[in-house]
């Protein structure tokens, strides 16, 4: 199973200033909403993918805990600690960034290199300890992108920095992660052209192509036909 998270679309406008305006809003309302939490169920040999969509050079940060059902109180549970999660990270090329065993609560950190669609997998090592063995595992996981990843009051501890300047770091990074989504977006709509492009020169080409048949097998027909009239001297 896999979900899309996080994917925006960003058209142009007509105009230009009034188009890079638009573009700008749109991308400053993604990014200040960026952030997908959610839970999914899944068996002791199950495993569960996610595609998120992330430009590059971006820190990625997912939080997670794992809760067993219990059937006597017919409700979920905090899992025990020996339960883990298996987090398997690969990259649009289909390198594995990220693999590693985690326990029954915790939290993953990676940077995509490479632009594009990132696979996240989850899966449990319960064929191992049987721990819920024919039972169901309930995973919430809340995966931040880009400057939602910061931990901004740690950061203000660490630093002594005083509000106004927590507030200018945190717009100057808001403007960096607004930056690498236009230059992604940039990216998608390039690719996007390319593949038109040599779709487009493949159908001429299959056209072009299929005309010459018509044409080569019209020339056949005629002499053909003018062999066999001549053959029964009709003509």
């Not at 025990?80 to 690969?90: A, N």
């Not at 960096?176 to 236009?182: F, L, T």
């Not at 493949?202 to 072009?208: A, D, F, H, P, T």
């Amino acid at each position: 199973m896999a979900v899309e998270l996080g994917v925006l679309v960003v058209r142009p406008w007509p105009g230009t200033g009034l188009g890079r305006v638009m573009r700008t809003l749109l991308l400053l309302l993604w990014v200040a909403t960026r952030g997908s939490a959610l839970y999914f169920h899944i068996g002791e040999t199950e495993k569960k993918c996610f595609i998120e969509e992330i430009p590059d050079e971006t820190m990625v940060i997912g939080n997670y805990r794992t809760q067993l059902y219990d059937k006597q109180r017919e409700e979920y549970q905090p899992a025990t600690p020996g339960l883990g999660m298996f987090v398997e990270v690969k990259d649009p090329e289909d390198k594995v960034i990220l693999a590693r065993q985690y326990g029954s609560e915790g939290r993953f950190t990676f940077t995509s290199h490479t632009p594009g669609e990132h696979q996240i997998c989850l899966h449990s090592n319960s064929t191992k300890f049987s721990l819920f063995a024919g039972g169901m595992l309930r995973v919430h996981l809340d995966i931040q992108v880009g400057e939602h990843a910061n931990d901004y009051a740690e950061i203000a501890a660490k630093d002594k920095l005083s509000e106004l300047q927590l507030r200018v770091r945190q717009l100057v990074e808001q403007v960096e992660q607004i930056q690498k989504e236009q230059n992604y977006q940039r990216w998608r709509e390039e690719r996007f052209r390319q593949t038109s492009e040599s779709t487009n020169q493949r159908v001429l080409w299959w056209s072009i192509l299929q005309t010459l048949i018509l044409v080569a097998i019209g020339v056949w027909q005629m002499r053909h036909l003018k062999s066999f009239f001549e053959a029964k001297k009709l003509v």
